[in-house]
């Protein structure tokens, strides 16, 4: 089993930054790919960003420049810098694990709110 706390969200201007956080603990020994999906009201779930399993950062187009990827291995911990934040980014941000035997794992969510 592995558990996902996300961190980080709130309100935010147009414009500004925010950073997200995902802490995993359990067995983490198992963890295949981990990264970041987002809802929006109404929407689909969306990919966002993973590192891949041979870290390769994977980014959606719609947040390549703007969002970055980083991690604190000591903490088993992701980050995810989000600048320039739009409103169209307003979104339930949720981590995500996939484990090397396909189990996938979610966290509960973090509230992104982009608005003036």
């Known amino acids: 089993q592995v558990q996902l706390v996300e961190s980080g969200g709130g309100l935010v201007q147009p414009g500004g930054s925010l950073r997200l956080s995902c802490a995993a603990s359990?067995?983490?020994?198992?963890?295949?790919?981990m990264g970041w999906y987002r809802q929006a009201p109404g929407k689909e779930r969306e990919f966002v960003a993973t590192f891949a399993s041979n870290r390769i950062t994977n980014y959606a187009d719609s947040v390549k420049g703007r969002f970055t990827l980083s991690r604190d291995n000591a903490k088993n911990t992701v980050y995810l810098q989000m600048n320039s934040l739009k409103p169209e980014d307003t979104a339930v941000y949720y981590c995500?694990?996939?484990?090397?035997?396909?189990?996938?794992?979610w966290g509960k969510g973090t509230l992104v709110t982009v608005s003036s």
């Open positions: 995500n694990v996939l484990t090397w035997n396909l189990a996938n794992y």
């Open positions: 359990g067995r983490i020994g198992d963890i295949n790919r």
